[in-house]
């Protein structure tokens, strides 16, 4: 976690967003990073503008945009290091991507809905946007998830060795290992491992069954040991940490592990490099947040390139 040097938090009224923007302090803190609180007014609806006279919808704007800035200025005052303050008006998700892009953050910290009848998921549309778009990880933290994680998964799938293309996943262990040193968390390494097909090893391949349980056992040591030689190459010591290979699709292990384990935070990929297999695809990362009730933090390829632009 001692990458982030310069930290964007979005605002969020209430007790929540207040024990969201004191983690990120204390992260801020530690890293002696640059930390900023953002906050996103709505503008004025078109069907409106034509009802004000006494100023311009622009002029309304400004003098709205100045009373949040002295707000959340006064807001940041009780907090033990500065906080820079932006206000910006427009969709969210765009104007929180725009700030990244202007000024160069490399983290989002964003406080998570919470869990909805009506929607029945812990992450809203514009957590989503941001998980799909932004080019920076994205930290969504849970409401009332507590001062400290006691256990971290880093959900991986580790790409053969012959292919080569492993540097999403070690982004995510090298931030799932930094937080559970800062946090003195339990890390949990998981892999979904999707066992062959036994009908089509049946069908094509005329094995018996004995031969089948082989191989699929075969096929399983090749993951497990895939898994432990890729992370032979981090310094893990000191970390209470355990590597799990479970079968099964990944949208399926990973919520459902999380679940069983009462996991409080997943360290993440959210999209794949085009054409390359061993990463978690778009929608399987989808699957995956639509299902899971804990935070996340998510990461992308270096080379990714988010569709927003800073022009409007």
């Keep these: 976690m001692e990458r982030f040097k310069n930290i964007l938090v979005v605002h969020e009224d209430g007790e929540n967003g207040r024990a969201t923007l004191a983690r ?18 709505d503008q004025i609806p078109d069907d409106y503008k034509m009802l004000i006279t006494a100023m311009t919808p622009d002029e309304i704007m400004q003098e709205s945009v100045r009373e949040q800035e002295k ?25 929180i991507i725009r700030q990244v892009l202007k000024n160069g953050h490399d983290l989002v910290i964003k406080t998570a809905r919470g869990m909805t009848s009506s929607w029945g998921m812990l992450f809203g549309s514009t957590a989503m946007h941001l998980l799909r778009k932004c ?36 982004k995510i262990i090298e931030l799932a290992g930094s937080l559970a040193r800062l946090e003195k968390s339990e890390l949990h390494i998981v892999q979904a491992w999707e066992k062959p097909d036994e009908t089509f090893l049946s069908d094509h391949m005329n094995n018996t069954l004995g031969d089948m349980n082989i191989l699929l056992h075969e ?25 799990h290979v479970i079968p099964g699709w990944a949208d399926d292990v990973i919520p459902e592990f999380a679940g069983e384990k009462n996991i409080d ?36 390829p270096d080379d990714f390139t988010t569709p927003v632009s800073l022009e409007k």
Aim: a negative charge; hydrophobic letters at 45%; charged letters at 20%.
């Design 265 to 300: 935070l997943i360290v993440m990929g959210t999209v794949c490099r085009t054409g390359i297999a061993g990463f978690f695809m778009g929608n399987t990362a989808e699957k995956i947040l639509h299902r899971v009730t804990c935070s996340v933090l998510a990461v992308k």
């Design 135 to 170: 080019p920076c990880p994205v930290w969504l933290v849970k409401p009332g998830s507590g001062e400290r994680y006691r256990r971290i998964m880093a959900a991986v799938d580790v790409a053969p060795p012959e292919i080569g293309e492993n540097d999403l996943n070690v």
């Design 219 to 243: 096929s399983k040591n090749m993951h497990i040991q895939r898994l432990h030689d890729f992370l032979d190459d981090f310094d893990l010591q000191g970390l209470q940490y355990q590597e």
């Design 24 to 41: 990120a302090v204390e992260l801020a803190d530690r890293n002696g990073a640059d930390l900023t609180l953002i906050r996103i007014i």
């Design 71 to 95: 707000k959340l200025t006064q807001y940041v005052s009780s907090f033990a290091i500065p906080i820079s303050v932006q206000v910006s008006s427009g969709r969210e998700f765009i104007e």
